[in-house]
């Protein structure tokens, strides 16, 4: 009896230790094809963070590159501004110093309310004169200069509103 429970006793731990066995392969199995799915799961978020870097990163520089373009629109365009301004102040200068030294005088017409019985012509012009026409009068250099002035502000002005245009124009689709 003792023979045949060694005997069992034997059959029993071989059972156990096969089992055991066959326990800790199927567990280094399972642990092996779930490191292995991990594994594939975490290449594939990895590629996918990847792409969405390097997606963001097009866009990015696609808007850097929008950005310089437009800085270099808006440098050239305040150039051009500035050289207009530049030149119509230059121009008003001019036109300022010559009134000054008498070069040149503005004058303005007259309106001919006499009646003259030649319907407003006259018969003949006057000396110095070469044209036939309404009567002008020469202005004081003091006002012609203020009238320079008010069309220098003029010119700022409008040259400012067409540099306001360009812009807008530029950023609207």
């Known amino acids: 009896m003792k023979l045949d429970a060694v005997k069992w006793g034997g059959a029993l731990l071989m059972m156990l230790s096969l089992m055991a066995g066959s326990a800790w392969a199927a567990w280094e199995w399972q642990a092996n094809a779930y490191g292995q799915q991990l594994a594939e799961k975490n290449a594939t978020h990895q590629t996918a ?31 051009s501004h500035y050289r207009a301004l530049t030149d119509a102040k230059t121009n008003q ?17 007259l309106e001919s309310t006499a009646p003259t019985g030649s319907d407003g012509v006259q018969a003949s012009t006057g000396p110095g004169r070469v044209v036939h026409g309404t009567e002008r009068a020469q202005l004081d250099r003091a006002h012609a200069q203020r009238i320079i002035g008010i069309t220098s502000d003029g010119d700022q002005g409008l040259i400012a509103l067409r540099a306001c245009q360009d812009y807008v124009m530029a950023i609207s689709p």
């Open 49 to 79: 963070l990847t792409n969405l870097a390097n997606a963001n990163s097009a866009l990015i520089l696609a808007e850097q590159n929008k950005r310089f373009a437009l800085e270099q629109w808006l440098a050239a365009s305040e150039q």
């Open 93 to 109: 200068d001019r036109l300022r110093d010559r009134i000054a030294t008498a070069d040149l005088q503005l004058s303005v017409l």
